[in-house]
């Protein structure tokens, strides 16, 4: 069966210092793969995308990997901050525009 | 700055009655998506629309779930009748559906009680 299996734990880390966050998925062939990041009460929002021919992406402070082979992509987000304190999903497209979402984890950013 | 709107934001209901969730997608936006997100389940995909047709429904439960589009600006999800089981934050989510831009903007969700 598909699965996506995100960080377990919640993260808790020093400002400052570097996050990273796994995805690792089975039984899926993306063609790209999104993270998002969803606040409390709020909705999804589109952090960035990677599609299976690019190695690495960067926008401002964060940077992904994805690595097809071994199914996983990695999340980092560096010189972190309080304000990036949230939960960050990742999604998979599984058909057609349609996107299968991780559980999610949650950062904590400490001062 | 265009967003997708949801309506209501919350909404508290007796077991048995219809709810009625509404969504504006963002103006231009072809593809429309209903998902659900729970603690247990995480975000699920319910329902999608492409140039207002049902292209997929097969995540919801088809008995007491409906979703449409009666137009470009407007989808619904109903639920009748509710059950408690059905509490949770429901989002909708528009987009492009382009291969250059798959990107899915979601609204701020519809959080739903059933007693």
């Known amino acids: 069966s598909q699965k996506i299996e995100q960080n377990s734990e919640a993260l808790n880390i020093q400002e400052g210092k570097t996050a990273t966050l796994t995805c690792n998925y089975t039984?899926?062939?993306?063609?790209?793969l999104q993270w998002y990041r969803q606040d409390p009460g709020r909705g999804p929002v589109f952090l960035l995308l990677i599609r299976e021919n690019e190695k690495e992406k960067r926008k401002e402070r964060l940077k992904v990997t994805f690595d097809t082979t071994l199914k996983q992509s990695l999340f980092h987000i560096t010189a972190s901050q309080p304000a990036d304190s949230a939960t960050y999903l990742c999604a998979l497209d599984s058909n057609d525009y349609k996107l299968s979402f991780g559980a999610g984890t949650t950062v904590t950013v400490r001062a | 700055d265009a967003r997708v709107t949801q309506t209501p934001r919350h909404k508290v209901t007796e077991m048995g009655q219809e709810v009625t969730m509404r969504c504006q997608p963002i103006?231009?936006?072809?593809?429309v998506f209903w998902y659900r997100q729970t603690m247990m389940q995480g975000l699920e995909l319910l329902a999608y629309?492409?140039?207002?047709?049902?292209?997929?429904d097969s995540g919801m439960p088809k008995d007491r779930f409906s979703a449409e589009m009666p137009d470009a600006t407007l989808a619904t999800l109903k639920i009748q009748p509710s059950e408690p089981r059905d509490s949770a934050v429901y989002f909708c989510?528009?987009?492009?559906?382009?291969?250059?831009?798959?990107?899915?903007?979601f609204g701020p969700g519809t959080r739903l009680l059933v007693l």
């Open positions: 039984n899926y062939s993306p063609a790209y």
């Open positions: 629309f492409r140039n207002r047709a049902p292209l997929d």
């Open positions: 989510a528009s987009g492009l559906g382009s291969t250059e831009q798959e990107t899915q903007y």
């Open positions: 103006l231009g936006h072809n593809t």
